[in-house]
């Protein structure tokens, strides 16, 4: 071996030495070789390019109206535990949402309460009818009452406290406890379209107001407003459905 060969550095040394030269320099020949070499490639690639392109926009177009169809389908909300394969008059129903009840006085002192919380409400078939259950909770997620509707109208009320309370009608047993006339028998109709006298529509034919059972109704997408006049004031439920 000559001694010109001995002092040759080992292929790995050679290797590790140009990728640090090539990490070096690169950044600095870029961009003078950029502007130099892209008007000669452009040219070349240019053509060869927008033919391909033609052919695929037909196959790109019936790509893109596939997946558009795809996402516009509407798919029927699937509760956990439960059949959806019913028909709508056999299947449950469930909305749960926000609520926020006052009572403004116009009386001499100007009295106003308020409550609000969140609430979930279920409609379930029942042999005779349909149960309706009711759960209301604090804006923190505490459970404050649990109410159930039977198909032949008598109603219960679980508290908090362990008290259970029973009624002709749910309407009648939370009048008893929080001695407000909330609409609860009619509101499952109410979510349905089903009103005495529609006042208003949208131009999807959508009811946005309305009268029933001494209730005045307006309606948003998704957001109620339930007024009634009481003899020294009002009442006023405003309702937020998350589903």
Known sequence: MSPSERRRPPLLARLVTGLLITLLIRPLIRPLIRPLIRPLIRPLIRPLIRPLIRRLSPLLTLLLAAALASGCAVTPPRLPGVDNTLPPELAPREWAGRFSVSSQSTAIDGRQDAAVGRFLLTSTP?????????????????????????????????????????????????????????????????LDDRFERVLARDSAGQVTAATDSGWQISREPNRWVLIRPQPDGQLRVVLVLDR
């Open 126 to 190: 029942a042999p005779g009818g349909r149960t309706l259950d009711l759960m209301l909770q604090s804006p923190f997620g505490q459970t404050l009452a649990n109410a159930r509707r039977l198909p032949d109208g008598t109603a219960s009320l679980a508290l908090s406290d362990g008290r259970t309370l029973t009624a002709a009608s749910l309407d009648a047993l939370l009048g008893q406890v929080i001695g407000w006339p909330l609409p609860l028998e009619r509101l499952t109709d109410w």
